[in-house]
Nanobody, 120 residues
Framework: QVQLVESGGGLVQPGGSLRLSCVVSGSFLFVYDMAWYRQAPGEQREFVAVMSSSGSTDLSESVKGRFTIFRDNARNTVDLQMSSLKSEDTGMYYC??????????????WGQGTQVTVSS
């Protein structure tokens, strides 16, 4: 069983910073891409950032220059450092990972999400 658990969400004022963390646990052989998505109320879930196992990254245009993604392959964690936060960054943030499980191949897993609210 593979689990993704996010932490670090909360309430922050506009212009502030927040760091989200996600850890992959369970029985698996390898973690490929690790990513962050978010979903605002009434909106579809959207891509935020991704980092491959080799360290290549991609971020959505809306967060470039403000968000940074970090990854620790030894600990199977991925962090999202968010700065200069805006009200439009408000939403539930989800961790996503492509994980190779013995006998099952590579599958995509999701965490349950952590809420980020940017408000004064």
């Amino acid at each position: 069983q593979v689990q993704l658990v996010e932490s670090g969400g909360g309430l922050v004022q506009p212009g502030g910073s927040l760091r989200l963390s996600c850890v992959v646990s369970g029985s698996f052989l390898f973690v490929y891409d690790m990513a962050w998505y978010r979903q605002a109320p009434g909106e579809q879930r959207e891509f935020v950032a991704v980092m491959s196992s080799s360290g290549s990254t991609d971020l959505s245009e809306s967060v470039k220059g403000r968000f940074t993604i970090f990854r620790d392959n030894a600990r199977n964690t991925v962090d999202l450092q968010m700065s200069s936060l805006k009200s439009e960054d408000t939403g539930m943030y989800y961790c996503n990972a492509e994980v190779y499980v013995a006998g099952r191949g590579a599958k995509t897993y999701w965490g349950q999400g952590t809420q980020v609210t940017v408000s004064s």
